[in-house]
């Protein structure tokens, strides 16, 4: 297994080169697609989160009510350190999992986490970084997902900055200019990855926070 990192700040297109990446045959393991998986009605994780924050999180339907629980955390810094404690060792298991069975294959496995950055990882073949000016991605989150500028522009300042991303990058893709452009890249970054070595034994354990 050779195990790439892939993230970007929120609107960079990350989202948009690992679906390029998935065309040319990596695996993506998505910490994003799996927390929503986790949270789907009929998980474990659910009766965890309503015992902390309240039955009323869980609508009729036995779906999490995110608004809800983001209204909580939100004005509550300490309610947001449990969710995180609740949340992100579930998602490392998940994707630990994930990884373990892909261990012996020769296959290209992305793990694409937007806070690599703010989340550093031990094991990787390498890291790729998808970076854009936080005007650019401002303007495709309005334009292509809907948010208000000031959303938009909240979300950002709460990432890690460019510079702190770029810092842990072995590849950088400038997705300021037009799709054409941003696949072209992903090729050559396709063809760097599969020369690299497989990942370390203990790759993707993370680093032990202080
Ligand atoms: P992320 O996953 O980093 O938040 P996305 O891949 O979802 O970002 O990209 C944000 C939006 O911008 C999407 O609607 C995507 O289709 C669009 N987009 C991505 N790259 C480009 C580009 N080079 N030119 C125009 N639109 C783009």
Redesign the pocket.
Known sequence: MILLGLT????????????LLASRGAVIIDADAIARELQAPGQPLLVTLAERFGASLIDESGALDRAALASIVFADPEALKDLNKIVHPAIAVEMDRRMKEQRETDNVVVLDI?LLAENPRTGLSGVVV?DVPVDV?VS??V???GMTEDDARARIAKQATRDERRAIADQVID?????S??SDQVEAVWQWAVTLPPAADDAGNRVPTP
């Open positions: 970007g700040g929120i609107g960079s297109g990350k989202s948009t080169v690992s679906a937007p998808v991605a495709r989150l334009e292509f997902r997705n300021s200019g037009e799709l452009a941003l």
